[in-house]
C-alpha cells in the first residue's frame, strides 16, 4: 500500500512539473520575440533624470527606424547591431546640444527585469534581449520600454496589430489575470535558471 502511495505521489509530482514546464515555455514562447529598451541615467539628480528623458526621444526615432520592416526578432536584432552607432550618436546629440559630456554606451545585451504593466499589455519578470543606453555612470533611476515589436515607440502600434504574437500569446500579454499560474512557471523557472547560472559562474 505505502509503494501503491508512493508511486501516486511520484506521478502526481511527475505530472505537475510537466505541467509546470509546459506552462513555461508557453510563455517564453511569447517574451522571446521581444527586445527590449532600456534607458539608465547618470543619476537620480533632477538633472540627470530630465536628461534621460531627453536621451530616449533622442534616439526613439532612430530605433523606429532601425526596427521598422522587420519581419521577426532576428531581423530586428542584426538590424539594430549594424546601426548600434547611429543610435548611440543620435543619444550623444542630445547630450551635446544640453550642454553634457556624459559617456554614452549603447549595447544590444541579455537583461532581467520585474514585471512591467503597460496601457494595454503587460510583460513578466525575466531574461530579455534589450537595447540597453547607459548615460555616464549609469547609476540612476532607469526607463524602459520594448523596441521591437514597436509597442512605446513615437510610430508605435497596438499590440493586436504589430502582428508578432498569436492569439494564445496575446492572451497572456494583454490578459495576464487569466494565465496567472503560466506567468507563475516561467518567473519561477527563469529565477531557478538564473540562480544555476550564477552558482556555475562562481
Same mark, same amino acid.
Given at each position: 500500500?505505502?509503494?501503491?502511495?508512493?508511486?501516486?505521489?511520484?506521478?502526481?509530482?511527475?505530472?505537475?512539473?510537466?505541467?509546470?514546464?509546459?506552462? %513555461?515555455?508557453?510563455?517564453? %514562447?511569447?517574451?522571446?520575440?521581444? =527586445?527590449?529598451?532600456?534607458?539608465?541615467?547618470?543619476?537620480?539628480? #533632477?538633472? #540627470?533624470?530630465?536628461?534621460?528623458?531627453?536621451?530616449? #526621444?533622442?534616439?526613439?526615432?532612430?530605433? @523606429?527606424?532601425? $526596427?521598422?520592416?522587420?519581419?521577426? &526578432? *532576428?531581423?530586428?536584432?542584426?538590424?539594430? @547591431?549594424? /546601426?548600434?552607432?547611429?543610435?548611440?550618436?543620435?543619444?550623444?546629440?542630445?547630450?551635446?546640444? /544640453?550642454?553634457? *559630456?556624459?559617456?554614452?554606451?549603447?549595447?544590444?545585451? !541579455?537583461?532581467?527585469?520585474? !514585471?512591467?504593466?503597460?496601457?494595454?499589455?503587460?510583460?513578466?519578470?525575466?531574461?530579455? *534581449? @534589450?537595447?540597453? =543606453?547607459?548615460?555616464?555612470? $549609469?547609476?540612476? &533611476? /532607469?526607463?524602459?520600454?520594448?523596441?521591437?515589436?514597436?509597442?512605446? +515607440?513615437? $510610430? $508605435?502600434?497596438?499590440?493586436? #496589430?504589430?502582428?508578432?504574437?498569436?492569439?494564445?500569446?496575446?492572451?497572456?500579454?494583454?490578459?495576464?489575470?487569466?494565465?496567472?499560474? &503560466?506567468?507563475?512557471?516561467?518567473?519561477?523557472?527563469?529565477?531557478?535558471?538564473?540562480? +544555476?547560472?550564477?552558482? !556555475?559562474?562562481?
Amino acid at each position: 500500500m505505502k509503494k501503491l502511495t508512493a508511486s501516486v505521489l511520484l506521478s502526481l509530482l511527475i505530472l505537475t512539473f510537466i505541467s509546470s514546464f509546459s506552462a %513555461a515555455k508557453e510563455v517564453s %514562447a511569447a517574451t522571446e520575440k521581444v =527586445i527590449r529598451l532600456h534607458v539608465i541615467a547618470n543619476s537620480d539628480s #533632477d538633472f #540627470d533624470q530630465a536628461l534621460k528623458f531627453k536621451v530616449r #526621444d533622442g534616439i526613439l526615432a532612430e530605433v @523606429s527606424k532601425t $526596427a521598422s520592416g522587420c519581419k521577426s &526578432k *532576428d531581423e530586428a536584432m542584426a538590424a539594430i @547591431s549594424q /546601426n548600434i552607432s547611429s543610435i548611440a550618436e543620435a543619444a550623444e546629440k542630445t547630450l551635446q546640444e /544640453n550642454g553634457c *559630456d556624459y559617456a554614452i554606451n549603447c549595447s544590444l545585451s !541579455r537583461e532581467v527585469f520585474d !514585471r512591467r504593466v503597460y496601457e494595454d499589455f503587460t510583460l513578466p519578470a525575466g531574461e530579455y *534581449d @534589450s537595447l540597453c =543606453i547607459r548615460i555616464g555612470e $549609469a547609476k540612476g &533611476k /532607469n526607463w524602459w520600454c520594448v523596441c521591437y515589436p514597436s509597442l512605446c +515607440l513615437g $510610430a $508605435a502600434v497596438s499590440v493586436d #496589430d504589430c502582428g508578432v504574437f498569436t492569439e494564445d500569446e496575446l492572451v497572456i500579454i494583454k490578459s495576464p489575470e487569466k494565465v496567472r499560474y &503560466k506567468l507563475w512557471c516561467f518567473e519561477f523557472f527563469g529565477k531557478i535558471e538564473r540562480f +544555476l547560472k550564477k552558482s !556555475r559562474s562562481v
